[in-house]
């Protein structure tokens, strides 16, 4: 059965960091591309960053996050992670781990399996 369980949101003040991180039931871990998406209230999900399946693992970054949000990846662990520094209000969302297999997208109706989500709050 294919799961993706987020941990590690919280209520955190600007400025400040949490990792976010995402255990993965995928069988072959290592085949599938790994996003993070996430949705505040009243808005659409929106992309936040990608780690390819292959190739070193290359990223791909929403500019919003660039520069303070880091996404990696331990294929021995079936664990992707989310670190976020330097938070923002704006960054305050429910936080979504996705998977497909192979090919990298920051569209999230590319991604075939979800987590339930995981709050994150960003007070000013």
């Known amino acids: 059965q294919v799961q993706l369980v987020e941990s590690g949101g919280g209520l955190v003040q600007a400025g400040g960091s949490l990792r976010l991180s995402c255990a993965a039931s995928?069988?072959?871990?290592?085949?599938?591309?790994m996003g993070w998406f996430r949705q505040a209230p009243g808005k659409e999900r929106e992309f936040v960053a990608a780690?390819?399946?292959?190739?070193?693992?290359?990223?791909n970054y929403a500019d919003s996050v660039k520069g303070r949000f880091t996404i990696s990846r331990d294929n021995a662990k079936n664990t992707v992670y989310l670190q976020m520094s330097s938070l923002k209000s704006e960054d305050t969302a429910v936080y979504y781990c996705a998977a497909k297999q192979f090919g990298t997208t920051m569209l999230s109706n590319d991604y075939v399996y979800w987590g339930q989500g995981t709050q994150v709050t960003v007070s000013s």
């Open positions: 780690i390819s399946w292959s190739g070193g693992g290359s990223t």
């Open positions: 995928l069988g072959t871990f290592s085949r599938y591309t």
